[in-house]
């Protein structure tokens, strides 16, 4: 059963699943430009410049890509960790403690990129990568 215990598969299959899900939310806030019109209101709201809502392309296009094909793999999933803290920071804060009504955590989504972000950041790429790291 030793070709069940493969880190570097492991890591592949993280990765992809991280950013290639991921990379889907990027690529509609590219096609629903008021998108970004919304994220920067909210930033607007909190005191902080407005500019910094198109940053979810470096968190939600960029740093997906970047896990997809293993390049600066450590780097882009941090870019993926300060998206999701935005993100929970600007529109989920009120849910942090709620649960569905099916018992599962309100933020179960938001939840799995930033951990499965995090994990990556401290895992790596891998061996299996364009770039490892």
């Not at 649960?99 to 179960?108: A, I, P």
Request: charged share 15%.
């Amino acid at each position: 059963m030793s070709f069940l215990y493969n880190e570097e598969l492991g890591r592949l299959i993280l990765r992809l699943t991280v950013g290639g899900l991921m990379l889907f939310h990027g690529v509609a806030k590219i096609l629903h430009t008021g998108t970004i019109d919304f994220i920067s209101g909210r930033l607007v709201e909190t005191g902080l410049p407005g500019m910094i809502a198109y940053g979810v392309y470096a968190g939600e296009v960029l740093a997906p890509v970047m896990l997809i094909l293993g390049i600066y793999c450590r780097a882009g999933a941090a870019l993926i960790v300060v998206n999701m803290l935005f993100a929970i920071g600007l529109s989920h804060m009120a849910d942090i403690t709620a649960l569905t009504d099916h018992g599962g955590w309100r933020l179960e989504l938001q939840g799995f990129y930033l951990f499965g972000a995090l994990a990556v950041m401290f895992l790596g790429s891998g061996r299996i990568a364009a770039r490892p790291d």
